[in-house]
């Protein structure tokens, strides 16, 4: 069976992530081109070490190709379900980055044309294939921990993105929390039904000029009537903090930090570990690697992606619940129906 | 120096783990007299043990005593705030059980006798003198977090009190996060400004219909800018779960559980650690031994005592303040002024 | 019942724990007298506040005193033999400090007496008492790590004694793996065959230009044919380092060091967690009260002591061993009848 | 500058490893050609999948292959010496899996032989380049943990092998204790100048009866004047036990064993988490990446490779060192002239 041929479409850091896990992990596939209309030197650089043969500015190029089965979406946001539509109007399955847009409209839009087109749709949530919320995920659905009751999510970065780029983002709910939400959307496999959040500018006034907030705890009541929270901070001095904790009527699961290495010194100014791996691309290089190949694998099998248009959707959905919550002081209720 | 005389009122278990922790750990004090019109045999036992040579079934012969300098009222809550009155009236120095009373108005009008009366009072979170927690205030107070963003309070019972008891208890807020509302403030050093609470039944029905709930998130903005949040379940199977993080622009504090012993086993089906020390006694002994000691030193040296009647009176402020954010669904203003 | 009236011998630092720990944990004994030819003033404090009625230079007041059941030897080490046999000889039940003496045939002697005496006899090995040593004895003796195969002690002190103790302190192996060396028999249930040694001088000097070691490592083989070894420092800079390990057929159980409190720092410079508890008044706190409270409940019931003059002996016997393994670069064997 | 081609002499499960990961992880090297004259379906299947181009029962053929620069040889221990002799008087560069050979007197031979060709040998001793072991070298190389005084190697299989190939294993020394016995080596930079080595049969019968100890503990100094000891077991019911402390005069540095995730489980049974990676293949498969990394990169840039042929040698003439110390009960010098 011949590999299957896949475009990336931006050439940043991330697409990068994507083409190189492809090209190293997945046996099965191949990067046929690269489409960005800005190369950088670096893109050029990576490009050219891992032999793609096909680099364009126009990634119509791509979506043309008949060789090309599928499609990797790592454009900026504002492009994503445009070119998601595009791509899979011209018969390509898609990975997209994730959010899949910032309005849950242009989002539903996109989910229809998905399906009526009868491709495939994975959404970038990178982080359900990190091990560690892999195992968590796993004792909810085992039942090990019984009935769940409550989860916890810790999400904080090692420092805020740069200012110019915070004010674009769609806010700390829509940028950063988006995947939180997905990951108490897939730890308890129920819907986020209600949301209450409260936010606050801690590290930087800065951001709280841009209209946003650095520091924020959303509470949440699931549709299987148990509770969740999220804290996230924009900056831990320490570096990326991710860790959840699931609880049950049979016990409670949590998970560490990863660690570059298990080695502790006991020093005269105490015992000391290693800070956790440093930011997304140290912390979940073995998720991104396991994503890619699960989507792969699903175009393969042609089996149903596990994170499919409708996680895109409903993560976008509990954030501008969020955020109306933050604005108005109130509980808010997540619609998952037309509310526009 | 002659020890400090102190009285008893009430003879259940904490009046036994106060007298014997002045018998065994204060050499300055003594236990002279304790008061219970209902004296079962098991205390009986510990009276005889301990050679507490006044027993009355009226605390009045206590307060009417003129060697005892101090009460320790344990008796039930909604006698605590009367007691209290009376025993400053009597010219005693106070340590009352938390909490002072479940209504606002009641404690006010407790502390100013307090007031006019020039006695001291202290009320019993002894949650204040764990030397986890203590830690963490020292972390905050030290600044060696750097400023305060968020505080955590993870805390979770072995198993849910006899129903009849969640009757009469003035429901989780009141009874059991109360504690944690008193953490909030201790580590922060602020006032909990602002609450939004989400409650459910996940425990036991009958929970539920007692009017009470038996699981709950809290969050809370406090008076300096900062974020906190409580969460609470009335069973954890394995054990009592007491743990706390604060976190701010320099770093991260968090505590674990204490645990019987250190040793952990590894076998076939995994690294096994102990379980948490089972409930408030075997986990809090230490800081029972050490609120008491802390009063009776204040008493010996007129000093203020760490605890007061305002904290006392501002967590059930900040519970009552939940439960009206659970039942409306707003986030609700902690009032600290007169709002009855 | 009257309490059990207790005689100390010496006026030490152990000497105050122990009395204290009998005037504040165990109802059921008194101290009575002290008796030390050089009170300092720091014990004349001290006994004035445990209201110790009786103080006297000479210790054989105490053995005339027919009030006095049983004495506590805390003298130095080159007077606990001879006092012991005097002790018994006066009818009195003994807790001797270890070790008993440096001299086997000296012990044997003793041990001789105290059996003709009738009398009891119990050694200061007081890290069996100790909480997370207990639970490694369990799970060898209940068989949860199945057959032993292996045990490992790691014994290290936060910084060498003064070097004039040093001189006469009988060597590190006599001074300091003596409780090692009994640990590994408590552990294991087993008699240590044979042992072989390595010593070198890396912490001072001096301690070598005094003829002793500072470091070392000692293995053995033991009579149930698994194996042990020790590993010794006179001086690590994060504190009194004090583990074990017991690794068997059906899994390993290993224990930490205690601490000050769980809190665990996260910073820009790591994750950092408090140091263990500064010595063995500090860490074996627990277990100095633990150990004087079965020898008095050894008294009270008529039961034999959990520590008896055979582990004196016997730990003494390795310990010599011990040293000539070190002298002569061969494994040497641990003889238990009448070597000399 | 085109890939450096590399010929693989055996087809078992380390050539697997090694073959995969030049195809995946390292871009500038392509595996040209396999040699084994037994090929098992299950290496027809791999070599498929990597398009390795060249299969051969004969490794000659590899060796003259004028495109192949270096062979990297994974065929039965008795023929490393001779294969590498021959490798490199081919004129090829060689990695080979340890041991080089059981005789000293052979390795000394064969690493004559490599001199004299100029050819670089590099030896799999792939712990170094474990990320916990690396950590505890950059402690001592840096004198993070100041003078080294101890080093210990916690060393465990999940299960001992077939007792065919305890037979011809060369014993626990030579076959498991050596890659110990190098890390002792590695970690403090020094070599091993005396051993002395207890062993047992706790495992399994059938060991003892071919000759053979499952159960060990030796205790060595090295030339800088610290203790090293090392203790292992072919058999831990809780899987691949692989951990080590170095000790000096300003701390300590321990490593913990990796996990499969960091999740823990509190439940009714104790704080229960992840067993161990199972086996070295789990433990070390970024080790064994990196060391080939290393090895080919030497080759890139012509520099010295990391493990040269006389750590092969010296690992060994420990292990017989320690051989002999287990028969004669003496401490043994470890001779690095010429003792035969």
């Given at each position: 069976?011949?590999p299957?041929?896949?475009?990336?479409?931006?050439?940043g850091?991330?697409?990068?992530?994507?083409s190189?896990?492809?090209?190293?992990?997945?046996?099965?596939?191949?990067?046929?081109g690269i489409a960005?209309?800005?190369?950088?030197?670096?893109?050029?650089?990576?490009?050219k070490e891992?032999?793609?043969?096909?680099?364009?500015?126009?990634?119509?190029?791509?979506?043309n190709?008949?060789?090309?089965?599928?499609?990797?979406?790592?454009?900026?946001?504002d492009?994503?379900?445009?070119?998601?539509?595009?791509?899979?109007?011209?018969?390509?399955?898609?990975?997209?980055?994730k959010?899949?847009?910032?309005d849950p409209?242009?989002?539903?839009?996109?989910?229809?044309t998905?399906?009526?087109?009868?491709r495939k749709?994975?959404?970038?949530?990178?982080?359900?294939f990190?091990?560690?919320f892999?195992a968590?995920?796993?004792?909810?659905e085992?039942?090990?921990?019984?009935?769940?009751?409550?989860?916890r999510?810790?999400?904080?970065?090692?420092?805020?993105?740069?200012?110019?780029?915070?004010?674009?983002?769609?806010g700390?709910?829509?940028d950063?929390?988006i995947h939180?939400?997905?990951?108490?959307?897939?730890?308890?496999?129920?819907?986020?039904?209600?949301?209450s959040?409260?936010?606050?500018?801690?590290?930087?006034p800065?951001?709280?000029?841009?209209g946003?907030?650095?520091?924020?705890?959303?509470s949440?009541?699931?549709?299987?009537g148990?509770?969740?929270?999220?804290?996230?901070?924009?900056?831990?001095?320490?570096?990326?903090?991710?860790?959840?904790?699931?609880?049950?009527?049979?016990?409670?699961?949590?998970?560490?930090n990863?660690?570059?290495?298990t080695?502790?010194f006991?020093?005269?100014?105490?015992?000391?570990?290693?800070?956790?791996?440093y930011?997304?691309?140290?912390?979940?290089?073995?998720?991104f690697?396991?994503?890619?190949?699960?989507?792969l694998?699903?175009?393969?099998?042609?089996?149903?992606?596990?994170v499919?248009?409708?996680?895109?959707?409903n993560s976008?959905?509990?954030?501008?619940?969020?955020?109306?919550?933050l604005?108005?002081?109130?509980?808010v209720?997540?619609?998952y129906?037309?509310?526009?």
């Amino acid at each position: 069976m011949d590999p299957i041929q896949i475009g990336i479409i931006g050439a940043g850091r991330i697409a990068y992530v994507h083409s190189r896990n492809i090209a190293s992990a997945i046996p099965f596939a191949e990067v046929k081109g690269i489409a960005d209309p800005f190369l950088t030197d670096y893109a050029r650089g990576w490009i050219k070490e891992l032999n793609i043969p096909v680099v364009t500015e126009d990634y119509r190029d791509l979506l043309n190709d008949q060789d090309i089965r599928a499609v990797v979406i790592c454009s900026p946001t504002d492009t994503h379900a445009r070119i998601t539509r595009e791509a899979v109007q011209a018969g390509k399955d898609v990975f997209c980055e994730k959010p899949v847009d910032l309005d849950p409209q242009e989002i539903r839009r996109t989910l229809e044309t998905v399906k009526s087109s009868g491709r495939k749709l994975q959404v970038g949530f990178n982080r359900r294939f990190d091990h560690n919320f892999a195992a968590l995920r796993k004792a909810v659905e085992t039942r090990q921990i019984g009935d769940l009751h409550m989860i916890r999510i810790t999400s904080r970065d090692p420092s805020p993105p740069p200012i110019e780029y915070v004010k674009s983002s769609g806010g700390l709910f829509m940028d950063m929390t988006i995947h939180d939400f997905d990951m108490v959307r897939f730890l308890s496999g129920s819907e986020i039904a209600e949301v209450s959040a409260y936010g606050a500018v801690r590290v930087d006034p800065a951001i709280g000029e841009a209209g946003d907030i650095d520091t924020a705890v959303v509470s949440m009541k699931l549709s299987d009537g148990s509770l969740a929270y999220i804290e996230n901070s924009r900056k831990a001095v320490y570096g990326y903090d991710q860790r959840a904790e699931v609880f049950g009527s049979l016990g409670a699961m949590e998970t560490a930090n990863d660690v570059p290495h298990t080695a502790v010194f006991s020093g005269e100014t105490g015992i000391i570990q290693e800070k956790p791996l440093y930011f997304f691309l140290e912390r979940y290089e073995q998720a991104f690697v396991a994503e890619m190949k699960a989507f792969l694998e699903c175009l393969r099998s042609n089996t149903e992606v596990p994170v499919g248009g409708i996680d895109g959707l409903n993560s976008v959905l509990a954030a501008k619940a969020a955020l109306e919550s933050l604005k108005t002081g109130k509980s808010v209720q997540v619609s998952y129906g037309q509310e526009e």
